[in-house]
C-alpha cells in the first residue's frame, strides 16, 4: 500500500493504485462500508447507483464471499480532477499532457498481484463477481482492463470490454472493431490465440488511460504512467507473455480462442439501453492471480462512473484533433444527457463564416460515437445544458445553421441505428453570425449583480413585516 491515513494528496499528485485512491476517499469521507453479506445479484448495484452522485461503496462478504468488492470509484469529474492532482478546468490539460508525453512502464520480477495463484480456474467461485441491471445474462466483470499484445511486435494494448462469466474458466467478450480486436484477427490468421490478461482493480488514471483515443500500437499504460509521474511497474503473467500492473488487484490471464463464437450478452450499456446477445469471442481463462487480501472492483453499466470514463478521454483526444486543423476552438464537452459519447458541445473563437461546420466534420471523423455536435461562441458555458439550449434557442436558425450528413458510421449500441451502426449525423451552428449588428447581440446585464454584498444592503425580516402590516 503506498498511500497513509494523512492522504490528502497534494497538487499534482496522482493516485497510483486502487489503494491509494480508496485511503484518500476514507480520508476525504466519501468512502461508505456496507454492511457485509449483501447480495452480488442486483442488490450490490442498487445500493451503488443510489449512491453513485455521493459515495464510493465497500461491499465487505458479498453473498458470503471471502473477496470485498468496490463501487463508485468515480462520482464527478471534480473526483477526477482530486485523483489526478489537479483542478477540474484543468483535467483535459492534464489528460492530453499525458498522452503527448507516455512514459514507458518497467518490469519488475514480482509484485503483490501474484501473491496468490489459482492455476485450477473457477471465476465465480474464486471472485465476487456482480449481476448488475435486470436483464444482464448474468455476472460481468465490467471494470477489467484487458491487456493484449501484438502478436508481430509484441506492443500491449489496453482497453476495457465487457466480460460475462460463460462458465468455471470462460469469459464471453464484446469486441468492437478497434485495437484487441484487430490483434486478436491478426492471431487468428496466424492460427494462433491471442493472449490476454484481464487486470481488476486498478487506480482511476489507469481506468481513464485505458479509454484514450491513440492510435494502434500505442500502449496506454505509458499515459498511465505519465499520469502518475512514475513508470508503471509491470510483472509478467504466470501462464503467458503479458505483463501486467504489478500493484492491481486481480488478474484474470486468459486467451481470445481463435474461431470460437459463443453466445454474450445481454448487458446494460452506457446508452441506458441492452447490447443484445449475440455470438461473441471467447476467453479461455488459464489462471488468476490476485493480492492476499484483494479488492474487486465494479462498474455499475450505464451508471454514472461508466459514462465518465467514457468522457473524458475522449473530450481530450477530439479537442486535440480538432484544434490541430483549428486554433480557434477554445473547448469540448461531451454531455451527461449525450451519455458522455454522442452529443458534442464545442467553444470556438469565431473568426470566419462557415467555420462552425468544418469543426462539425472534424468533430464527426474524430470519432465514430460522435452524432450531434452543438457550436457555440465563447461566452457560452458548455458544461451547462441550459447555457447550450440558450445559444441554440437566440443563435441558430435551423434552414441556415444546420447540417445533416446520412449514412455515416456511428455507434454499433445506439437503438437508432440502422444494422451494424450506420446512421446519421446532425451539427448546429449556434454561433453570433459575424456580420450581426453589435446590439442585437448584447447580452443583457443588471450592473453590480453578483457582486453585492448581502449582509450589508439586507435588513432583519421582521421589517418587511412590519410594512406589510401598515406599521
Ligand atoms: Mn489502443
Not at 457555440?376 to 447550450?388: F, L, M, Q, T
Request: proline fraction near 6%; charge should be negative.
Amino acid at each position: 500500500m503506498t498511500g497513509n491515513k494523512a492522504a490528502a494528496p497534494s497538487a499534482n499528485h496522482c493516485s497510483r493504485d486502487l489503494r491509494e485512491w480508496l485511503t484518500h476517499l476514507a480520508a476525504t469521507d466519501r468512502l461508505a462500508a456496507a454492511k457485509p453479506g449483501l447480495g452480488l445479484v442486483h442488490e450490490l448495484a442498487a445500493v451503488s447507483d443510489q449512491m453513485e452522485l455521493d459515495k464510493a461503496v465497500l461491499f465487505p462478504r458479498p453473498d458470503g464471499h471471502d473477496m470485498p468488492v468496490v463501487a463508485n470509484l468515480l462520482a464527478s469529474r471534480k473526483w477526477i480532477g482530486d485523483c489526478l492532482g489537479v483542478s477540474e478546468d484543468g483535467l483535459i490539460t492534464r489528460y492530453q499532457d499525458a498522452v503527448q508525453n507516455p512514459l514507458p512502464w518497467v518490469e519488475v520480477e514480482d509484485g503483490p498481484v501474484q501473491a496468490v495463484v489459482h492455476s485450477d480456474v473457477d471465476i465465480n467461485g474464486q471472485l465476487p463477481v456482480p449481476t448488475h441491471n435486470e436483464l444482464d445474462s448474468g455476472p460481468y466483470i465490467a471494470a477489467g482492463l484487458m491487456i493484449s499484445r501484438n502478436p508481430t511486435n509484441g506492443v500491449q494494448n489496453v482497453s476495457i470490454h465487457r466480460c460475462q462469466i460463460s462458465g468455471k474458466d470462460r469469459i464471453g467478450v464484446l469486441l468492437l472493431p478497434r485495437h484487441t480486436w484487430t490483434y486478436s484477427r491478426m492471431a487468428e490468421e496466424a492460427g494462433h490465440a491471442l493472449e490476454v490478461a484481464i487486470v481488476i482493480g486498478v487506480d482511476p488514471a489507469s481506468l481513464l488511460a485505458s479509454q484514450a483515443i491513440v492510435p494502434m500500437d500505442f500502449d496506454e499504460m505509458e499515459i498511465v504512467g505519465a499520469l502518475h509521474g512514475a513508470p508503471v511497474e509491470m510483472v509478467k503473467c504466470k501462464t503467458n507473455n503479458v505483463r501486467v500492473p504489478a500493484h492491481a488487484e486481480i488478474v484474470l490471464e486468459g486467451r481470445v480462442l481463435p474461431g470460437v463464437a459463443e453466445p454474450e450478452g445481454p448487458f446494460g450499456e452506457f446508452p441506458q439501453y441492452y447490447g443484445r446477445r449475440a455470438n461473441r469471442h471467447v476467453v479461455q481463462v488459464d489462471a488468476i492471480t490476485h493480492r492476499k487480501d484483494a479488492i474487486f472492483h465494479t462498474i455499475i453499466g450505464g451508471g454514472m462512473e461508466h459514462l465518465l470514463l467514457g468522457g473524458l478521454p475522449r473530450e481530450a483526444t477530439i479537442l486535440e484533433s480538432l484544434q490541430r486543423h483549428d486554433p480557434g476552438v477554445l473547448d469540448v464537452h461531451l454531455s451527461r444527457g449525450g451519455i458522455c459519447r454522442y452529443h458534442l458541445v464545442v467553444k470556438i473563437d469565431k473568426k470566419q463564416e462557415g467555420q462552425a461546420k468544418n469543426i462539425m466534420m472534424g468533430a464527426f471523423a474524430a470519432h465514430y460515437d460522435i452524432k450531434q455536435v452543438v457550436v457555440v461562441d465563447r461566452d457560452v458555458n458548455i458544461h451547462d445544458g441550459e447555457s447550450v439550449e440558450w445559444a441554440i434557442a437566440t443563435r441558430f436558425q435551423a434552414d441556415q445553421d444546420l447540417l445533416v450528413v446520412n449514412n455515416t458510421q456511428g455507434s454499433k449500441l445506439d437503438p437508432t441505428t440502422m444494422e451494424d451502426g450506420v446512421g446519421a449525423k446532425m451539427g448546429l451552428d449556434a454561433t453570433i453570425p459575424l456580420a450581426a449588428d453589435e446590439f442585437t447581440f448584447t447580452v443583457i446585464k443588471v450592473p453590480g449583480a453578483g457582486d453585492v454584498n448581502l449582509d450589508a444592503v439586507l435588513d432583519d425580516p421582521s421589517a418587511a413585516t412590519a410594512i406589510i402590516a401598515g406599521e
